[in-house]
């Protein structure tokens, strides 16, 4: 949720540029500040909506978000290389890593993406079993799960890159990019397209949190207690552990 409250602070940002610059009124122990927190909040609200209907309720949601979120990510993707002057001096910067650097930088990559696929082996089960064959489940995932990751981590890469030819450093993450470019050009035009594709990166966080994590957790939680919970409930109390092991911590911590 804490990454969705980062979309909303962005469309906020296109929409009302002085919320960049709102004033904080947090103390620095609590680990965010003002603006971040209420774009979190925002988020985390919209989430605990999407939560209350069952998921063949909201099935548009996933419809809607399989055709919008990919049309942001190339339209990101071709908006990067235009400010980089095409792809030619991305593809062509030098190397930075020699020797064990360069071999570390390889596993440490190895391993963002084995851990990935490793949330996503773990949320399976509740999904696949409802399929009524095995090639349900099969056929799909070996198709779409190499081919869609490979996608969006090639768009990854540019615009990580690109980022490096347009600013002097590399700014790997998506969101830090588009406040980046409403940091240095906040034109109409820069507005617009900053809260198109935030949005999109918000609707795609959302679909995420109900897939992932509330179905999840429901499922499991139900499971562990059926007299108690539904997958409903069950979803309300991850939302809620969401929010006290303060997320934005975490992230301020990983590495």
């Known amino acids: 949720a804490w990454l969705g409250g980062e979309c909303v602070v ?27 927190f209420i774009g979190f909040i925002i988020f985390w609200t919209l989430s605990l909506i999407a939560i209350w209907f069952p998921v063949q309720k909201i099935r548009i949601l996933f419809t ?38 360069h071999a ?8 963002s993406c084995i851990s990935n696929f490793a949330t996503l082996i773990v949320n399976n089960p509740d999904y696949t079993r409802f399929a009524t064959r095995p090639s349900a489940v099969f056929w799909p995932q070996l198709l779409t799960i190499p081919i869609g990751f490979s996608i969006t981590c090639f768009i990854g890469i540019i615009v990580g890159s690109s980022s490096n030819v347009i600013f002097g450093q590399p700014i790997w993450n998506p969101l830090e990019l588009l406040g980046e470019f409403l940091d240095s050009q906040p034109s109409i035009g820069t507005r617009i397209g900053v809260f198109f594709i935030s949005l999109a990166f918000a609707l795609a966080q959302l679909g995420v949190n109900i897939a992932a994590n509330s179905v ?34 975490l992230l301020a911590s990983s590495s």
Request: net charge positive; aromatic share 10%; proline share 7%.
């Open 10 to 36: 962005l469309i906020l940002r296109s929409i009302w540029p002085s919320y960049g610059t709102l004033p904080n009124t947090l103390p620095v122990s609590s680990g965010t500040n003002t603006r971040d």
């Open 64 to 101: 809607v978000k399989s055709i919008v979120v990919p049309i942001a990510a190339v339209v990101f993707f071709i908006w990067t290389l235009v400010k980089a002057k095409g792809l030619g001096p991305v593809i062509h910067q030098p190397g930075t890593l020699k020797g064990s650097l």
């Open 104 to 111: 570390w930088a390889w596993m440490s990559g190895i391993m």
């Open 216 to 249: 999840s957790a429901g499922s499991d939680l139900t499971a562990l207690l059926p007299k108690f919970l539904n997958i409903r409930r069950s979803g309300y109390i991850c939302a809620v552990v969401g929010l006290i092991i303060c997320p934005w911590n």
